[in-house]
C-alpha cells in the first residue's frame, strides 16, 4: 500500500503561482510513477502531468505545457507540482497518483495509489 497526502492548494489569483506536494509513505515511492490529475466540476478527471518512476522523464497534458513543471525527491518521498501563469480554468481539485514502476503517461487507469485530492482555485 502507499498513502498519498497532497498538500500546497489554495486560492490564487490568475497570473500568480503555486506549488502542490504529494507526500507519499508506505512502499518504497521511488519504485512508482507519479501523476497528477485535475477534476473540475461537472468534468472528467483530466491529466495534468506525470513523472517516470526513475525521474527522468515528464509528460504533460497540452493545456499546461509550458506552465506546470513537475519534479520528484525520493529522499523525501515527495513529488511536486510547480504551477505558474495560473489561469482560471485550473481551477480544480487536483490528485496525485502512483503507478507501480510505471511510465508516468495519462492513462489514469494505470494509477493504483490515489491521494484524497486538493482544491486550487484561481481567481480572474
Known amino acids: 500500500q502507499v498513502q498519498l497526502v497532497e498538500s500546497g492548494g489554495g486560492l490564487v489569483q490568475a497570473g500568480g503561482s503555486l506549488r502542490l506536494s504529494c507526500a507519499a509513505s508506505?512502499?518504497?515511492?521511488?519504485?512508482?510513477?507519479a501523476g497528477w490529475f485535475r477534476q473540475a466540476p461537472g468534468k472528467d478527471r483530466e491529466f495534468v502531468g506525470g513523472i517516470q518512476w526513475t525521474g527522468s522523464t515528464a509528460y504533460y497534458g497540452d493545456s499546461v505545457k509550458g506552465r506546470f513543471t513537475i519534479s520528484r525527491d525520493n529522499a523525501k518521498n515527495t513529488v511536486y507540482l510547480q504551477m505558474n501563469s495560473l489561469k482560471p480554468e485550473d481551477t480544480a481539485v487536483y490528485y496525485c497518483a502512483a503507478d507501480l514502476w510505471g511510465s508516468g503517461k495519462q492513462d489514469k487507469t494505470k494509477y493504483e495509489y490515489w491521494g484524497q485530492g486538493i482544491q486550487v482555485t484561481v481567481s480572474s
Open positions: 508506505g512502499r518504497t515511492f521511488s519504485n512508482y510513477a
